[in-house]
């Protein structure tokens, strides 16, 4: 049973655009959502948080939303630039000591 | 900078032997730290968890005696691949609880068994 969905596996955006990621989960205890930024052979690097008092957080050109009611959150790139091509993998936790990933969004940005 | 350091970031060894890995949180001590394995073109999917001072906790289908996982200190746990075969061969990441931050990450180590 997988908590933490992430339904497309993949998207494509061109630069300049907006990217938008989606995530959705199923645990209603969870109270903490992060994003996270994986290249190729690395380990996956911190992007942005949300703890479920806020519906949004902004951090540069990266913005996270969160839908408690709908159990959805959301990452949104914009501009989004080549560098930004990446797998994104969306994460929750309730109380801050266990993390639940989501299977990924690979993102390419095009030129 | 980096907050958690992975060595080594590569290794080759040869089927039957011994591989340990290393993960060190550097400035902060870190009570529990988890160990992941990726394979290509897939999630991150949870090994164990690595509390200090006890037993790690294995998820299900994770062979406890295959891959020892010792948290020494509050700053290192080793997960060490035992009579590795080339299946074990994948792309092992661990990351460490900060209390009051978000989860971090080491940059991983490939193992590649021959």
């Known amino acids: 049973d997988q908590q933490v969905k992430q339904n497309s596996p993949s998207l494509s955006v061109q630069e300049g655009r907006i990217s938008i990621l989606n995530c959705d989960y199923t645990?209603?205890?969870?109270?903490?959502f992060l994003w996270y930024k994986k290249y190729p052979a690395e380990g996956p690097t911190f992007l942005i948080s949300?703890?479920?008092?806020?519906d949004k957080n902004e951090d540069g050109r990266f913005t996270v939303f969160l839908n408690k009611s709908a159990k959805h959150l959301s990452l949104h790139i914009v501009p989004s630039q080549p560098g930004d091509s990446a797998v994104y993998f969306c994460?929750?936790?309730?109380?801050?000591?266990?993390?639940?990933f989501g299977p990924g969004t690979r993102l390419s940005v095009l030129p | 900078g980096a907050v958690v350091s992975q060595h080594p970031s590569w290794v080759i060894c040869k089927s039957g032997t011994s591989v340990k890995i290393e993960c060190r949180s550097l400035?902060?001590?870190?009570?529990?730290m988890f160990w992941y394995r990726q394979f290509p073109k897939q999630s991150l999917m949870l090994m164990a968890t690595?509390?200090?001072?006890?037993?790690?906790?294995?998820e299900q289908g994770v062979e406890k005696d295959k891959f020892l996982i010792n948290h020494a200190s509050l700053t290192l746990s080793t997960l060490t691949v035992t009579s590795a075969h080339p299946e074990d061969s994948s792309f092992y990441i661990c990351?460490?609880?900060?209390?009051?931050?978000?989860?971090?990450f080491g940059n991983g180590t490939r193992l590649t068994v021959t």
């Open positions: 645990n209603s205890m969870f109270d903490y």
């Open positions: 690595s509390n200090e001072g006890s037993k790690a906790t294995y």
């Open positions: 994460a929750a936790s309730a109380g801050g000591q266990n993390f639940v």
């Open positions: 949300i703890s479920s008092i806020k």
């Open positions: 400035d902060f001590q870190a009570t529990t």
């Open positions: 990351s460490a609880l900060r209390v009051g931050s978000p989860l971090h």
